[in-house]
């Protein structure tokens, strides 16, 4: 099994004219390639600015990450948002979906910013929906379907580019129970084919159901722990 993240004494620093803050302080992790891993921690544990070093989104003050070998430091803008584009799947708390598309639309979007011709995208997209169990819904704008269904498009937009890496950010934060299963059911699919996801959350519940807790506290790796077979 190969090595698709690794980071090396990660540590980020904001500065203002009065302090600084020190978001991470030395993170040393790997996650291999298939492995369902969830990083959870408190309001102001750092999980939130590891996410986004993690999805390219904001890069390290010191220390090293490297994604499927490469560094991403040495990456250009162009480079970084194609990284963003093409081999990381995001879904957030906020589904972040727009209101005048249908769902195949939205689903279609990050391949539209590929370049993919559009009969193309148009069978990926409605794959995609096939693949979270939606494709009876791909003609629905969000405000016709319910909150887990918005989040099933969301990952179904996550997925379509078939990413390296799918970066979950509290994505059952604003779900009630039912959905929050339905999500988590969802997650455990796609693991069980082989999809490597990074799931940051704050509930010990929804952690419970990767293969693999980091315990991020205070902007440091507490604990590292495989999940306990019954």
């Not at 991470?24 to 921690?41: H, K, P």
């Not at 939205?106 to 979270?132: I, M, S």
């Amino acid at each position: 099994m190969s090595t698709l993240i690794e980071l090396a004494d990660v540590r980020k620093s904001y500065e203002t004219e009065n302090f600084s803050v020190h978001a991470l302080r030395g993170i040393d992790a790997e996650i291999n390639e298939g492995e369902y891993v969830a990083v959870i921690g408190p309001s102001g544990s750092g999980k939130s600015t590891l996410m986004n070093i993690l999805g390219c989104l904001d890069v390290p003050t010191s220390g090293t990450y490297h994604l499927a070998g490469q560094d991403v430091s040495t990456m250009t803008e162009a480079e970084l948002a194609e990284v963003r584009n093409r081999r990381i799947g995001f879904v957030f708390q906020q589904f972040h979906l727009l209101s005048s598309m249908t769902a195949l639309r939205n689903v279609e979007l990050p391949l539209v910013y590929a370049g993919v011709h559009r009969t193309k995208r148009h069978q990926l997209a409605l794959d995609a929906l096939e693949r979270v169990g939606l494709a009876d819904r791909a003609e629905h704008k969000p405000g016709e379907l319910s909150g887990g269904q918005q989040q099933r498009v969301a990952v179904a937009r996550a997925l379509v580019t078939e990413p390296a890496l799918l970066l979950a950010d509290e994505p059952t934060g604003n779900l009630d129970s039912e959905s929050t299963a339905d999500i988590l059911d969802l997650f455990d699919e796609l693991s069980a084919m082989g999809r490597t996801i990074v799931l940051i959350t704050h509930e010990r519940d929804v952690a419970a159901r990767a293969g693999r807790e980091l315990v991020v506290r205070d902007g440091a790796i507490l604990t590292d722990t495989e999940a306990s077979v019954a």
